[in-house]
């Protein structure tokens, strides 16, 4: 039998979210991730620098999404892959990996989404494309991004993992999609609710979508809503996430004891730190020279 072949993405993608801070966090997450034993694939995507980006047709940056998009489809039906590992980047990085891996796996892939947000919008709600991307995934919304999916996923093979606090519209999609959702409770009590859903769904292979700000902003300071400039308004009525990463690991593992994990997507690093490190070493002389 043939090994099966792994593909690893660097897509440090800021455009859906239209934060340059996401280009930095994505080279840096690729730097910490442990040396690859399979094709290392970097998306080229056109850098912030003087680069502002504007509303095109609902959505903020949209030739440039696009074009970073078929790039890497591009990318991902060259290798032909079974297994893709993504490390963005906004929430948009995972769009064409998982609509690779639904065309793949057909009905055994479930999706996995581990965010405190469903990521189910529509131009008409938000024009932030990374928030649109699992709608996109289900074959809702923007035409351009839906086009990336050849097999849409049906609300029966999502399971939403540590949602919280929802909108009303996100509340009313996840009714009508008949979305599985487990609340970040329950994933500290013991992941019951998703390895119920893998076997009640007959999931054989999982995409893992797994967004940082899913996670706990006082313990884990490199997510959106620990942005040190912003102040304690900011993001009044946004949910934020409560995870701890053990949480998170222990809720994969058991996902991957009980099916096989053929996508892993990290996303929407943000670490302030390292970013105010960086603006400041090439602030001074000597280091900047």
């Known amino acids: ?17 239209n934060n340059p801070a996401y280009h930095f966090g994505a080279q840096l997450l690729a730097w910490l991730a442990p040396a690859a034993n399979c094709p290392v694939i970097s998306i080229p995507v056109t850098p912030p620098e003087n680069n502002p980006l504007s509303d095109e047709g609902g959505i903020v940056g949209r030739r440039q999404v696009i074009a970073q998009l078929k790039r ?3 990318a991902i039906q060259q290798h032909s ?4 590992a993504v490390l963005g980047g906004d929430c948009l990085v995972d769009l064409a990996p998982f609509a690779y891996l639904a065309e793949k796996y057909r009905q055994g892939l479930g999706i996995l989404w581990i965010d405190a947000h469903p990521d189910v919008m529509t131009p008409a709600e938000f024009s932030h494309s990374h ?8 074959g809702h919304g923007d035409a351009e991004l839906t ?16 949602l919280n606090d929802p909108t009303a519209y996100e509340t009313d999609f996840i009714q009508q999609h008949a979305i599985n959702t487990c609340s970040p409770d329950e994933i500290k009590a013991g992941s019951r609710p998703v390895l119920d859903w893998i076997e009640n769904e007959k999931i054989t ?3 893992v979508h797994f967004d940082l700000d899913v996670l706990n902003f006082r313990k884990f300071r490199s997510v959106l809503f620990a942005d ?6 900011t993001f009044d009525g946004i949910g934020k996430g409560t995870l701890e990463i053990d949480d998170v690991i222990s809720l994969i593992n058991q996902a991957n004891n009980v099916s096989t994990i ?10 302030w730190d390292a970013i105010n490190m960086k603006r400041m070493l090439a602030s001074l002389p000597l280091i900047s020279d």
């Open 1 to 17: 039998m043939s090994k099966l072949k792994t593909i690893r993405l660097v897509m440090p993608q800021w455009q859906g979210g």
């Open 72 to 74: 890497a489809q591009s």
């Open 81 to 84: 892959p079974d297994k893709i």
């Open 131 to 138: 928030a649109h991307v699992l709608g996109a995934l289900m």
């Open 147 to 162: 086009a990336a999916v050849t097999r849409p996923i049906s609300g029966g093979k999502v399971m939403i993992a540590g």
């Open 205 to 207: 292979h999982l995409a």
């Open 228 to 233: 040190p400039d912003s102040d304690e308004k």
């Open 262 to 271: 053929v996508g892993l997507g990290i996303a929407e690093h943000l670490p």
